[in-house]
């Protein structure tokens, strides 16, 4: 199970109450100020869960997001913002694929929800990824062994049909000796 969780905020402050938030929890927290720094280092981290502040200096929270979404798009991403802006809301949804929205101040509780529902959808998915393959897998060697046992019937028919021709000769042929034999004998009869 993984329980990893990146936060990204701009706001050290924000990130040290997130931070202590989730002190008790069982989750494995990483904190970024920097969304560069964050995506450089997620590739080593391979969290299930990124947050990320909406307005940052460096680069903005929905390009963040957006990136992830790229290059990690089984990685569920959730956003923090403090505005409402209807149109910037709809961005962020189209671009970065979002799993769910966090208003500022958020409550403690919301927060932890959203992680723990966040953590378990990652999870749920990767499981559902694996039982995808192994079914997968499973169908080919099924098919694998359906074609080899269509293999081995039609060899075996071949092998039926093959006798019942070489039974048909024996037949003809014992026929034939036999007509031949009661031929000799009613030839001897009658002589």
Request: hydrophobic share 40%; net charge neutral.
């Amino acid at each position: 199970m993984n329980n990893k969780v990146v936060f990204v905020d701009d706001e050290k402050p924000i990130l040290d109450s997130i931070t202590r938030a989730f002190r008790n929890e069982p989750y494995k927290i990483y904190a970024f100020d920097d969304p560069s720094t964050a995506l450089e280092e997620i590739h080593v981290i391979k969290p299930a869960v990124v947050i990320s502040d909406r307005m940052m200096p460096a680069m903005d929270g929905s390009e963040f997001l957006e990136k992830i979404r790229i290059r990690w798009p089984s990685v569920v991403r959730i956003m923090l913002t403090g505005h409402s802006d209807i149109d910037a809301t709809i961005t962020v949804i189209n671009k970065g694929h979002i799993f769910r929205f966090i208003n500022k101040p958020w409550s403690k509780a919301e927060l932890k929800m959203s992680v723990k529902n966040g953590v378990d959808h990652f999870n749920l998915a990767m499981e559902n990824k694996q039982m995808s393959q192994v079914i997968k897998q499973k169908n080919e060697a099924l098919l694998a062994l359906n074609n080899e046992m269509e293999g081995r019937l039609r060899s075996c028919l071949s092998d039926v049909e093959e006798t019942g021709k070489q039974y048909r000769e024996l037949n003809r042929r014992l026929q034939e000796t036999l007509t031949a034999i009661i031929t000799d004998i009613e030839q001897a009869k009658g002589s």
